[in-house]
């Protein structure tokens, strides 16, 4: 808390992403409040359009190591309002780090928000380069699940409105760097309304 009593949060970036999603610039760490959290994800330009998990999940599978942000079903995620946000995890682990608690907690607040409560969310988690491109999809699912269920158990989120996929490597932030840090990063996504 400041001394405002606004909540504050680090986060690496964040996107209304209109092309391929970022720049490596835009990665440098920021405060962010709730409120910027929510306009953030509430910004819809125009209905969203349909994204289908099971055939994001299906299309990273088949394109381990080829990239996934060019293929039809990924591409319109950068067409959606979204948040990038640094979450630490154990090393070559599932388990939430103690200290990323805490923007979990102010995300879960946001959603559970009036302005963002009737809409739909897609947790993206992403990975570095280090580790083969199966282990590292393989990972970055298993820490989205992992984002999903705290948010939804822990921080009593409703199920029904999120929705978790891993990239893996496939979508690096920073692709100069393939290794980097920064890399590792949770992505969410204003998938539109609940229906």
Known sequence: MTGTGE????????SLALGLLLAPCIAS???????????TLA?????????DVALLIEEANANVGKGVAALPNWSK???????????????????????????VGLI??????????????????????????KHNLELSQKRADAINEALSTTFAVSPDRLFS??????????PGHPESA??????????????
């Open 77 to 103: 995620l950068s067409e959606l309002s979204q948040l990038i946000v640094e979450i630490d995890f154990e090393n070559n682990s599932t388990a939430i780090e103690p200290k990323s608690y805490r923007t």
């Open 165 to 174: 996929v891993g990239a893996g490597e496939e979508w690096p932030i920073d």
């Open 108 to 133: 879960a607040d946001a959603l559970h928000h009036p302005d963002l409560f009737r809409y739909k969310f897609l947790i993206v988690g992403h990975s570095s380069a280090t580790g083969t491109a």
């Open 43 to 51: 910004q819809m330009r125009s209905a969203a359009p349909a994204v």
């Open 182 to 195: 920064d890399n590792r990063r949770v992505q969410l996504i204003n998938l539109g309304l609940l229906k």
């Open 7 to 14: 909540k504050k949060m680090n986060v690496r970036s964040i």
């Open 29 to 39: 760490a920021q405060q962010l409040d709730n409120s910027q959290i929510m306009s």
